[in-house]
């Protein structure tokens, strides 16, 4: 089945301490993503990626980190986090000439 | 940054009725994306409107982009409970590129 998986799906953590939420997709697609949403915000991008060691800054990249060095995964970083962060984080892939983006199903993210 | 803005923020109708979402930009956009999300979950791809004054339509869901690609609206017709959720309008803001932006989204609650 074509899909996008995060994980973990769910993680509380508290200031400070490192933590990484992993982004994995089947579909061979050469473009991934990274969002967070926010009530009244909506969805934002962090950082996305066009290939393998390709990445670049979206409208938040502040306080995260990624890297690309498989085609398949596409991990988020926090090397400090903080209250701040504390949103619902979704991972995205889609293929090259295509704008239809597939979804991860999200991992809500508290930062105490 | 660019943003789009979303019309109504919220909306209840009953079972049966129609609605229409707008999706508004003060720029020109390259791509717009209608997405559905379930509370909580990822989003999922609905309709890619691209040239200006295009409609598409899906099953009882119509979308339309304006002649100037600045406006977007989204029609559902005799609505029902499976249409519930969180309607997000998406554009990307040039060709070849992958950077996006969302609106804030809708959220629709339909009564049996």
């Known amino acids: 089945e074509a899909q996008v998986t995060q994980n973990p799906r769910y993680l509380i953590t508290v200031t400070g301490k490192k933590l990484t939420v992993t982004c994995s997709q089947n579909?061979?697609?050469?473009?991934m993503s990274w969002y967070r949403q926010d009530p009244g915000l909506g969805l934002r991008q962090i950082y996305y990626?066009?290939?393998?060691?390709?990445?670049d800054k979206g409208d938040v990249p502040e306080g995260y980190k990624v890297s690309r060095k498989e085609k398949r995964n596409f991990p988020l970083i926090l090397e400090s986090p903080s209250p701040n962060q504390t949103s619902l984080y979704f991972c995205?892939?889609?293929?090259?000439?295509?704008?239809?983006?597939?979804f991860g199903p999200g991992t809500r993210l508290t930062v105490l | 940054s660019q943003e789009l803005e979303q019309s109504p923020q919220s909306l209840i109708v009953q079972e049966g009725k129609n609605l229409t979402i707008n999706c508004t930009s003060s720029?020109?956009?390259?791509?717009l994306y209608w997405y559905k999300q379930k509370y909580g979950e990822g989003l999922i791809f609905l309709m890619m409107l691209q040239k200006g004054g295009e409609e598409k339509s899906h099953e009882k869901i119509t979308a339309k982009l304006d002649e100037k690609k600045q406006q977007s609206s989204l029609h559902i017709t005799a609505s029902q409970p499976s249409h519930a959720g969180i309607y997000l309008c998406g554009a990307s803001l040039a060709s070849g590129t992958y950077k996006y932006i969302f609106g804030t989204g809708t959220r629709l609650k339909v009564l049996a």
């Open positions: 995205a892939s889609t293929s090259r000439g295509s704008y239809e983006q597939f």
């Open positions: 990626s066009m290939n393998v060691e390709v990445t």
């Open positions: 720029k020109t956009l390259y791509g």
């Open positions: 579909m061979n697609h050469e473009y």
